[in-house]
């Protein structure tokens, strides 16, 4: 199993300003991925973090929206940037584990974001 | 494109009742397919895993099943406790190195 820190675990933000979350992992990871659940949705992936290549952005997720930054094996942030009060949202980051077959997903506790 | 939905949304039962959570995807080409926990606040915690190639998988009050033919998997918790309230999420993955789509989820109340 994985364990998944994540920073802040909440915050109330300006409109306009950003915001970089943090996600510490307790053992090294090729792929972090970052993930959006809005009020009252479900999860929705943002980005595929891999450690020294740029991130890999679904559909509807821009680098210049969440830029991420992925230094090392264990670690790995997302910004928020310029925020408006429709990224209110809970983010989460998560990484796989376990042997080929058998990949379960783990997931740090999330970061809180109010957007007034 | 998958789409993954759970019925029902939400759902309320008395403590010690036998449940099903229930979860459809459109597409049956899974790799496999995991339930998740959120409490309110929190991040998700792992249930259960079923490879594509497996029907269930049981851990303690908990069995999953999984029908692909039909895109079809549910949740079992026996003798329900107030402890088990929270969101409960199916996610199905199409590859080894695809990414997880997610259901709407059930919310589910188990009351005294």
């Known amino acids: 199993s994985a364990v998944i820190s994540q920073k802040p675990s909440r915050d109330i933000c300006q409109r306009g300003t950003s915001l970089t979350i943090q996600c510490q992992v307790d053992?090294?990871?090729?792929?972090m991925f970052w993930y959006r659940q809005q009020p009252g949705q479900s999860l929705t992936l943002i980005a595929t973090?891999?450690?020294?290549?740029?991130?890999?952005?679904e559909s509807g997720f821009v680098i210049d929206k969440f830029p991420i930054s992925r230094p090392n094996l264990t670690f790995s942030t997302l910004t928020v940037s310029n925020m408006s009060p429709e990224d209110s949202s809970i983010y989460l980051c998560?990484?796989?584990?376990?042997?080929?077959?058998?990949?379960?997903?783990?997931f740090g506790p999330g970061t809180r974001l109010l957007v007034l | 494109k998958q789409e993954v939905t759970q019925i029902p949304a939400a759902l309320s039962v008395p403590e010690g009742e036998n449940l099903v959570l229930n979860c459809s995807f459109t597409?049956?080409?899974?790799?496999?397919l995991q339930w998740f926990r959120q409490d309110p606040g929190k991040g998700l915690t792992s249930l259960l895993l079923?490879?594509?190639?497996?029907r269930e998988q049981t851990s303690g009050r908990l069995n999953a099943s999984l029908d692909k033919s039909s895109g079809r998997s549910t949740l079992y918790i026996a003798a329900s406790q107030p402890g088990d309230s929270a969101t409960y999420l199916c996610?199905?993955?199409?590859?080894?190195?695809?990414?997880?789509?997610f259901g709407t989820g059930t919310r589910l109340q188990v009351t005294l």
């Open positions: 079923i490879q594509s190639s497996q």
């Open positions: 053992s090294q990871v090729t792929m």
């Open positions: 996610a199905v993955k199409a590859g080894t190195a695809s990414k997880l789509t």
């Open positions: 973090a891999n450690q020294g290549s740029e991130a890999t952005y």
């Open positions: 998560s990484v796989e584990g376990g042997r080929r077959g058998v990949e379960t997903q783990y």
């Open positions: 597409d049956s080409a899974i790799y496999n």
